[in-house]
């Protein structure tokens, strides 16, 4: 599986995982020329921009500890693009998913980041 293949998986399994949490998936993958979002969700009108970091394993740190305040940085800049584009004036927030091993789990959510 290339990790273009394995990301997608992850991000799969994420978007399964939200709409199980009743969430609807917006998108997956908004992309602009200096951004992306994973995955643009809603529930309770409210919109959840997700990342998700999958790791075969936590040797080298969980998924959720390559969430830097760079990579911070990066997620509000893109909500915020995506905000803009759609004309949304309700509320959002950022959250994320970890995805981890090769049965591809979801072992960890993070809200409000």
């Given at each position: 599986?290339?990790?273009?293949?394995?990301g997608?998986?992850?991000?799969?399994?994420?978007?399964?995982?939200?709409r199980?949490?009743?969430?609807?998936?917006?998108?997956?993958?908004?992309?602009?020329?200096?951004?992306?979002?994973?995955?643009?969700?809603?529930?309770?009108?409210?919109?959840?921009?997700?990342?998700?970091?999958?790791?075969?394993?936590?040797?080298?740190g969980?998924?959720?500890?390559?969430i830097?305040?760079?990579?911070l940085?990066?997620?509000?800049f893109?909500?915020?693009?995506?905000?803009?584009?759609?004309?949304?004036?309700?509320?959002?927030?950022?959250?994320?998913?970890?995805?981890?091993g090769?049965?591809?789990?979801?072992?960890?959510?993070?809200?409000?980041l």
């Amino acid at each position: 599986m290339t990790t273009v293949e394995t990301g997608r998986r992850a991000e799969n399994v994420a978007a399964d995982f939200l709409r199980r949490k009743g969430f609807e998936i917006l998108t997956q993958n908004w992309r602009t020329r200096w951004c992306e979002i994973d995955i643009v969700a809603m529930r309770d009108q409210e919109v959840c921009f997700c990342e998700v970091k999958y790791r075969r394993s936590v040797r080298q740190g969980t998924g959720l500890d390559y969430i830097t305040p760079q990579k911070l940085h990066r997620m509000r800049f893109s909500a915020e693009s995506w905000v803009h584009a759609h004309a949304w004036m309700g509320r959002y927030y950022l959250a994320a998913i970890e995805v981890t091993g090769s049965q591809f789990r979801v072992t960890h959510a993070v809200k409000d980041l």
